[in-house]
């Protein structure tokens, strides 16, 4: 099936840094939402947007929606131990009720 | 209860078995999904429920899937004649209306020998 498009497929970094990762589509959607999965558990959500345009942040992330509404970029600001996993957008469009996940990014992070 | 219970956490199959995957939703979520998780990769989405109404289930990959959730709460996903490509982690995830963010559970890993 079809999977958006993330990068990059993972990064280590050490604690404190700032983090960068973004998502692209071909197609058009309506909400992209930010989801982080640890090891042996299901996705978390972590942010949500739902406006072409739209920055919203939850403590240390940021998101934005692509003014083209076929990408979505997430930062992530003095990163922690805890930070570590696996990082997931996805997209919803039109009137779908399930989303469309990306590739993943996974994220080491280093003391 | 207060996330999404699925069970059997594992479950190791000899192909040709059928199985059968349960998902409790959280109590009073309208809508109800769920995705296919190969290793390495992202969910990829299966079936979605509103209430006890199945509305979408053209991520199902073959007639061997069915899934049911005949009282609106409860769910079960059925895989019979299992075979190799089948081993991933099932998720399910559950939302209070259409269009809000889901819930995930935390799965449960098919393994086929």
């Known amino acids: 099936g079809q999977q958006l498009n993330q990068s990059p497929q993972s990064m280590f970094i050490q604690e404190g840094e700032d983090v960068s990762m973004n998502c692209t589509s071909s197609?058009?959607?309506?909400?992209w939402l930010w989801y982080k999965q640890e090891p042996g558990e299901g996705p978390v959500l972590l942010i949500a947007?739902?406006?072409?345009?739209e920055l919203t942040s939850n403590g240390r992330l940021t998101a934005q929606f692509g003014i083209t509404r076929k990408d979505s970029f997430l930062n992530i600001s003095a990163s922690i131990p805890s930070d570590v996993g696996i990082y997931f957008c996805a997209g919803r469009g039109g009137t779908a009720s399930k989303l469309t996940f990306g590739t993943g990014t996974r994220l080491q992070v280093t003391l | 209860g207060a996330g999404v219970s699925q069970s059997p956490r594992y479950k190791v199959a000899k192909r040709g078995q059928d199985v059968a995957l349960r998902c409790d939703p959280i109590?009073?979520?309208?809508?109800l999904f769920w995705y296919q998780q190969a290793l390495g990769q992202g969910p990829e989405f299966l079936t979605y429920?509103?209430?006890?109404?199945?509305?979408?289930k053209s991520g199902l990959p073959s007639d061997r899937f069915f899934a049911e959730r005949p009282e609106g709460s409860v769910s079960t996903l059925k895989i019979q004649r299992t075979q190799q490509e089948d081993s991933a982690v099932y998720l399910c995830?559950?939302?209070?209306?259409?269009?809000?963010?889901?819930?995930f559970g935390s799965g449960t890993r098919l393994t086929v020998v």
């Open positions: 109590s009073g979520h309208v809508s």
């Open positions: 995830a559950s939302s209070p209306v259409q269009g809000a963010g889901y819930t």
């Open positions: 947007l739902y406006k072409a345009g």
């Open positions: 429920f509103q209430n006890e109404a199945q509305l979408d």
């Open positions: 197609s058009i959607f309506n909400t």
